[in-house]
């Protein structure tokens, strides 16, 4: 199995930055990919952000230039680095990584995920 522990949310004002992070641990054979998803009260859960094996990088069009997500792949981490938070960022987020475990059997894996407050 492949565990994911994420930390780093909280409540922040509208207009302030948080950063989350994201460890993976278990039964890894390789990480091809690792994102964040959020889901917001009442709504479906979207994604945020992606980073694959060589850096590429995806973003919701509503994160765009305010968030970074990034990847330290030697400790098979990754980062969401949040910047002017509006109160609609407000969400519980998810991590996610997929790729092979110890089995060479595809594997995608969720965190339980940490609460993202903004609001004044």
């Known amino acids: 199995q492949v565990q994911l522990v994420e930390s780093g949310g909280g409540l922040v004002q509208p207009g302030g930055s948080l950063r989350l992070s994201c460890a993976a641990s278990g039964s890894i054979f390789s990480i091809n990919a690792m994102g964040w998803y959020r889901q917001a009260p009442g709504k479906g859960r979207e994604l945020v952000a992606r980073?694959?094996?060589?850096?590429?990088?995806n973003y919701a069009d509503s994160v765009k230039g305010r968030f970074t997500i990034s990847r330290d792949n030697a400790k098979n981490t990754v980062y969401l680095q949040m910047n002017s938070l509006k109160p609609e960022d407000t969400a519980v987020y998810y991590c996610?990584?997929?790729?092979?475990?110890?089995?060479?059997?595809?594997?995608?894996?969720w965190g339980q995920g940490t609460q993202v407050t903004v609001s004044s």
């Open positions: 980073i694959i094996s060589g850096g590429v990088t």
């Open positions: 996610t990584a997929d790729g092979l475990d110890n089995g060479l059997s595809p594997m995608r894996s």
